[in-house]
């Protein structure tokens, strides 16, 4: 028996889509929270194997999705080079940041960086071992764009225009970064899947602010350097990639990188994307996060109205982006009702 999720992904039309949700362990639910509180804060969550097992679980069994995916954060790559990071509540990370060659020169080599994420390793290990049989499990990684805004930013930014400023002025510098956390991806992606992911996403959240040839150079080629790496060493291992608000370039965007599959945000729609997207194979997406806060029959009729225009081909049921702190988690249910309904 195939698990539904890779089913989609080797590019079956299945009658029901596989249902996960970006962010779905998290603030909204309160064993979240109590978990999170014995851990003491948010890092020490994501370095504590059976704990970040645990809220990885979480959601599994209150919703039975089925998927999970690693407990963990983007930001630990930049942390395992060397950066400093640390969250602050209410406001979001804060890493010391890179304005130049003397910065670069401070960061570890893209391949020493297991000593500080084999914790993360072996939380997969845990979830192989813990995990229902039918439930994909999924590893991820920050695409190199992303991963770089807050590296040279220190922190999240509305237009990302440290990055782009570095990418201006010293393009030396910015495209040795790149090239970094790409070799650096490649190496955390390829251990996450020898400890026991199934699936490997790429979260490229700020794919929406590079244009023209910039997209080319920062949002698909990295992608594609991992993706085909990745598939030379793991050819079985499907690998979905998330240029978020990418609009009109996700169209292309699976061919281009050698994606199995395209995760949508919720700017495009559904119907956009089957006739565009979906062509090149298996789309994940795209309701709107806000309706797990504010529910009601407008949840039930945006989730059917995605799961129907998507019925054609191969498709995850998604959120956008991640489910908010300030969501129901009766809502979840009402979705996932909704879809397999639909
Ligand atoms: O999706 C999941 O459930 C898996 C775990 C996961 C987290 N972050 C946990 C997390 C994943 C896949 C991420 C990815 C991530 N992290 C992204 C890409 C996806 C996206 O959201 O666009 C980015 C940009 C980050 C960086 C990051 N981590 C920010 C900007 C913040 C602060 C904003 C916020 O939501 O508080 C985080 C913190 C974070 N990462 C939380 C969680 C559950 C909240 C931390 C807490 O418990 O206080």
Excluded at 298 to 310: K, N, P
């Amino acid at each position: 028996m195939t698990k539904l999720m890779l089913r989609a992904l080797g590019g079956e039309t299945l009658d029901t889509p596989p249902i996960w949700m970006m962010r779905q362990a998290g603030r909204y639910l309160p064993e979240y929270r109590a978990t999170r509180a014995r851990a003491g804060d948010f890092l020490s969550l994501c370095y504590n194997p059976e704990l970040a097992a645990e809220v990885t679980l979480q959601p599994i069994r209150r919703f039975g999705f089925d998927a999970a995916i690693l407990f963990a954060d983007i930001l630990l790559v930049p942390q395992a080079l060397g950066a400093d990071l640390w969250f602050v509540t209410g406001e979001g990370p804060r890493l010391s940041t890179i304005s130049g060659a003397r910065d670069m020169a401070r960061l570890k080599p893209a391949d020493d960086i297991d000593d500080r994420l084999s914790p993360v390793y072996q939380t997969l290990r845990l979830l192989s071992e813990e995990l229902p049989r039918d439930t994909t499990l999924i590893g991820f990684a920050g695409a190199p764009w992303t991963v770089a805004t807050y590296m040279v930013a220190g922190r999240g930014t509305k237009d990302q225009g440290p990055a782009h400023q570095l990418k201006d002025q010293d393009r030396a510098t910015f495209v040795a970064l790149i090239d970094l956390i790409t070799e650096a991806t490649i190496h955390y992606l390829s251990r996450q899947i020898e400890a026991g992911a199934d699936v490997v996403k790429l979260f490229d959240s700020w794919a929406g602010s590079l244009k023209g040839r910039d997209f080319d150079d920062f949002a698909v080629e990295p992608a594609r350097r991992i993706i085909q790496e990745l598939k030379h060493r793991h050819p079985s291992v499907p690998i979905i990639a998330f240029p978020r608000e990418a609009g009109q370039r996700y169209v292309g965007f699976a061919h281009a990188t050698g994606a199995d599959c395209v995760a949508l945000d919720n700017s495009v729609s559904a119907e956009w994307a089957a006739a565009n997207v979906q062509v090149d194979g298996c789309v994940q997406g795209n309701l709107d996060p806000r309706h797990m806060v504010t529910g009601g029959p407008d949840l039930v009729a945006e989730a059917q109205r995605i799961t129907r225009s998507l019925r054609n081909g191969p498709h995850i049921f998604n959120l956008g982006h991640g489910i908010t702190p300030d969501a129901d988690p009766d809502n979840v249910a009402r979705m996932i009702d909704a879809v397999r309904t639909a």
